[in-house]
Each structure stands twice: as structure tokens, then as C-alpha cells.
Nanobody
Framework: QVQLVESGGGLVQAGGSLRLSCAASGRSFSNYAMGWFRQAPGKEREFVAAIGWRGSTTSYADSVKGRFTISRDNAKNTVYLQMNSLKPEDTAVYYC??????????????????WGQGTQVTVSS
């Protein structure tokens, strides 16, 4: 049974920073690519960032590139999302997810099998 638990969300002013964490239970965390997605009210869930199983490959949405950094610590079964220079349009519920199978990183929600419950990030102007 795989469980993903996000933490670190909150309310921050524009220009501020937050660090999200996603702790994974279950075996073989280091065998899977991981991703972060977000969903704002009334909008579809969208890709934010992804990282390969070794941490050497990453991908970012254009909207966050240069501001957000995804990383992982396989010894701690945890993936992180460092968010800097936050903007009001970054406001959303942020979800971490584990990639389906042993494939590489993906930007598509369908390619992710397990999801966390989400953590709210609110950026005030």
C-alpha cells in the first residue's frame, strides 16, 4: 500500500517562499519517478515539476521554471518542492504523485498512479 502525504503549504505574501514535502510510505520509493501537480479553483489539475528516480533528471512547467526546484531524498522516501518568488497565480492545492511503473518522468496526470491528499498554497498580493 502506497501512501503519499504532503506538507508545508500555507499562506505567504507575493515574492515569498515555501518548501513543500511529500513523504512516501511503501517499498521501492527510489525506483519511481515523482511529480508535483497543482489545481486552482475552477481549473484542471496541471503539471508543475517532475523528477526521475535518481534525481538527476527534472522537468518543469514553463510557468514555474527558474522559481521552483524539485528534489528528492531517497533515503528519507521524500520529495520536495522549493518554491521561490511566489506569485498570486501560484495559489492552488498542490499534489505529489508517484509515476506509474518504472518509466521516466512525465507531465501527464494519467501517467501517475498514486496521489497525495494535497496541501493548500495561498499567495497574497
Amino acid at each position: 500500500q502506497v501512501q503519499l502525504v504532503e506538507s508545508g503549504g500555507g499562506l505567504v505574501q507575493a515574492g515569498g517562499s515555501l518548501r513543500l514535502s511529500c513523504a512516501a510510505s511503501g517499498r521501492s520509493f527510489s525506483n519511481y519517478a515523482m511529480g508535483w501537480f497543482r489545481q486552482a479553483p475552477g481549473k484542471e489539475r496541471e503539471f508543475v515539476a517532475a523528477i526521475g528516480w535518481r534525481g538527476s533528471t527534472t522537468s518543469y512547467a514553463d510557468s514555474v521554471k527558474g522559481r521552483f526546484t524539485i528534489s528528492r531524498d531517497n533515503a528519507k522516501n521524500t520529495v520536495y518542492l522549493q518554491m521561490n518568488s511566489l506569485k498570486p497565480e501560484d495559489t492552488a492545492v498542490y499534489y505529489c504523485a508517484r509515476r506509474r511503473g518504472g518509466w521516466g518522468i512525465s507531465r501527464t496526470t494519467y501517467d501517475y498512479e498514486y496521489w497525495g491528499q494535497g496541501t493548500q498554497v495561498t499567495v497574497s498580493s
